[in-house]
């Protein structure tokens, strides 16, 4: 079955910097697209970014755009998001979404997620 | 960007009851849509995607129509489980792949 088990996330000052890990099993990560998606506080769904399949292409939200990176390792069946210049309101749960094709199209599998808390 | 905007913002039914849930689009996306299902505390579930197309494992009590703009999503007769916040979701136009607001299902 799939499984996507993140990591990384934790309390960091603004202006801090933090790196989740997302553990990928049950299918064949290198042939997916995957995503990252937020959850502030008692609000709804913010897509945040997607790496295609072999890591050649990369999309972000522009609230995230300069500031967070995506990457892969499809050796490692592993994504990462590496976050910078943190904010107040990048505090969130994320989580690490699997897409059902190659490209961009739906999340058909989503992490538990992983609490990012931005504070002084 | 593609604004979706879902209604109502909460639905109260009873047990057995029909729930329609609306998702809106300001500009045409065919049929690129998908609805999401998320019980608190839990991830997000897909349901359904490509307007009507039901994923993997979804009772058939879910069913999703809709094109161009307007898009709904039922559930035929409400289980207590069905409790949560469901989500819309397009793919047509990307980036950024946008979400509606959801819609909170309450079973009496």
């Known amino acids: 079955q799939v499984q996507l088990v993140e990591s990384g996330g934790g309390v960091v000052q603004p202006g801090g910097s933090l790196r989740l890990s997302c553990a990928a099993s049950g299918f064949i990560f290198s042939t997916y697209g995957m995503h990252w998606v937020r959850q502030a506080p008692g609000k709804g769904l913010e897509w945040v970014t997607f790496i295609w399949y072999d890591g050649s292409k990369k999309y972000y939200a522009d609230s995230v755009k300069g500031r967070f990176t995506i990457s892969r390792d499809n050796s490692k069946n592993t994504v990462y998001l590496q976050m910078n210049s943190l904010r107040l309101e990048d505090t969130a749960v994320y989580y690490c979404a699997k897409d059902r094709m190659r490209g961009g199209t739906y999340i058909d599998y989503w992490g538990q997620g992983t609490l990012v808390t931005v504070s002084s | ?108």
């Open chain 2, 1 to 108: 960007e593609i604004v979706l905007t879902q209604s109502p913002a909460t639905l109260s039914l009873s047990p057995g009851e029909r729930a329609t849930l609306s998702c809106r689009a300001s500009q045409s996306i065919s049929t690129y849509l998908a609805w999401y299902q998320q019980t608190p505390g839990q991830a997000p579930r897909l349901l359904i995607y490509d307007s009507s197309t039901r994923a993997t494992g979804i009772p058939a009590r879910f069913s999703g129509s809709g094109s161009g703009t307007d898009f709904t999503l039922t559930i035929s007769s409400l289980e207590p489980e069905d409790s949560a916040v469901y989500y819309c979701q397009q793919r047509y136009d990307w980036p950024p792949w946008t979400f509606g607001q959801g819609t909170k299902v309450e079973i009496k």
